[in-house]
Every structure is written in C-alpha cells, then in structure tokens.
C-alpha cells in the first residue's frame, strides 16, 4: 500500500519562499507520476504541478514561474518550492501519487491520482 507523508507548510508572508515535501513509501516510486494539489476553505480541490515518472512537469497557470515542482527518486520524495507566495496562494497542499507509466495525460484531475496524503497548511500573510 502507497503511503504518502506532506512536510514543511507553515505560516509565511506575501513574497516570500516556502518548500513543501511529500515522502512516499509502499511502491516503486520512480514509476509514479507525482502531483501538488491545493484546497482553500470553501473551494474544490485545484491542480497546482505534476512531474510524471519521465521527469516532465506542467504548472497551473497562477504558479507558472513561481513555484517549481522536483522529484528524488532516490529519496522517495516530491517537492514543491514555492516563491513569491500571495495570499491567494494560502491552502491545504496535497500531494498524489499514481503509477504513471501507462498513461499519456498530465493528470490534472483529482481523479486521477490513487494515492493522497494527509495535506500540509499554507498560509500566507499580507
């Protein structure tokens, strides 16, 4: 069974930087595709950054050159560095996980993932 553990959130001001892990265990991680989703108080699950098994990522717009997802494979775990925060930015972060070798989507659907974590807060001030 995949298990999925989130780090690092916390409470920071607007503009500054913040990194966010996920460590897997249970499967071959090198095989996954491994996503960053974020929920705030009274919305829906949003897509934030996948990087698939290859190592090819794709961003939500609103994060696009701001955020950088990162994956060791020889760690078992997915990063999410985060820059020039907003306060619109402020969420719970998940990350998700499925064995990605056979698809040829992106996956920035919640429905395509297996596996979840437990979610990391992010807050960001003004």
């Known amino acids: 069974q995949v298990q999925l553990v989130e780090s690092g959130g916390g409470l920071v001001q607007a503009g500054a930087s913040l990194r966010v892990s996920c460590a897997a265990s249970?499967?071959?991680?090198?095989?996954?595709?491994m996503a960053w989703f974020r929920q705030a108080p009274g919305k829906g699950r949003e897509f934030v950054a996948v990087?698939?098994?290859?190592?090819?990522?794709y961003y939500t717009d609103s994060v696009k050159g701001r955020f950088t997802i990162s994956r060791d494979n020889g760690k078992n775990t997915v990063y999410l560095q985060m820059s020039s925060l907003k306060p619109e930015d402020t969420a719970v972060y998940y990350c998700a996980g499925r064995a990605g070798t056979s698809y040829v989507t992106w996956g920035r659907s919640p429905t395509a993932y297996d596996h979840w974590g437990q979610g990391t807060q992010v807050t960001v001030s003004s």
């Open positions: 249970g499967g071959t991680f090198s095989n996954y595709d």
């Open positions: 990087i698939r098994w290859s190592g090819s990522t």
